[in-house]
Structures are given as C-alpha cells and as structure tokens.
C-alpha cells in the first residue's frame, strides 16, 4: 500500500486518473442507493395509506405497536452485535498473543 502511494504522489497523471475514477464509482454509488431510498420511501408511503383506507380507526394503533416491534428487534440486534464484536476481539487479542509467543520462541539467526 505504501508503494502505491508513493507512485500516487510521484505521478500526477496517476493521482488525476485514480481519483477521477474513484470519485465517478463514488458518484454512482451514492446515486444507486439515493434511488433505492426513494423507492423504499414511495413504497412505504403506498403500504400506509392502504392500510389507512383499509382500517382508519386501527391505523394509529397498529403503527404504533409495529415502531414498538422494531425498536425491540433493533435493541436485540445490537445486544448480539456487541457480544460479536467482543468476542471477534477477544479471539484477535488471543491470535496475536499467540503470534508474540511464537516469535519469542524462534531463535534469531
């Protein structure tokens, strides 16, 4: 990676050429997921209001227990992120513990 960078720096054609590229791929990137966020939108909008013309009176109620459903299952999923998290970093920690071991041992020739 440092080598990269340095011919990056090195040549200015490269630099121009590389960061062109990245910011076009960027660009299409943010385009694609800006439409699939609308679409996601306009799609959310057409399923409350057709729930709302189907049952007014019940529309409030069933909101609200579907924002208290997904806020308990969004709770959850973050409990279970955590203790992933803590437990990749506890196995890296025993990986390079073992790795220092392991250096220490091998005697230098």
Do not use: C, H, W
């Amino acid at each position: 990676m440092n080598n990269f960078i340095e011919y990056l720096s090195s040549q200015p054609i490269a630099l121009i050429v590389f960061s062109t590229t990245a910011l076009i791929v960027v660009y299409f990137i943010v385009k694609k997921l800006l439409k699939l966020a609308l679409l996601f939108g306009l799609i959310l909008i057409a399923l409350f209001g057709y729930y709302y013309y189907k049952a007014p009176g019940e529309f409030p109620g069933n909101v609200k227990s579907t924002i208290s459903d997904v806020r308990e299952q969004t709770g959850d999923m973050v409990e279970k992120g955590k203790a992933v998290y803590q437990k990749g970093k506890e196995m890296a920690e025993e990986v390079l513990n073992v790795a220092e071991k392991r250096t220490e041992e091998v005697p230098s020739e």
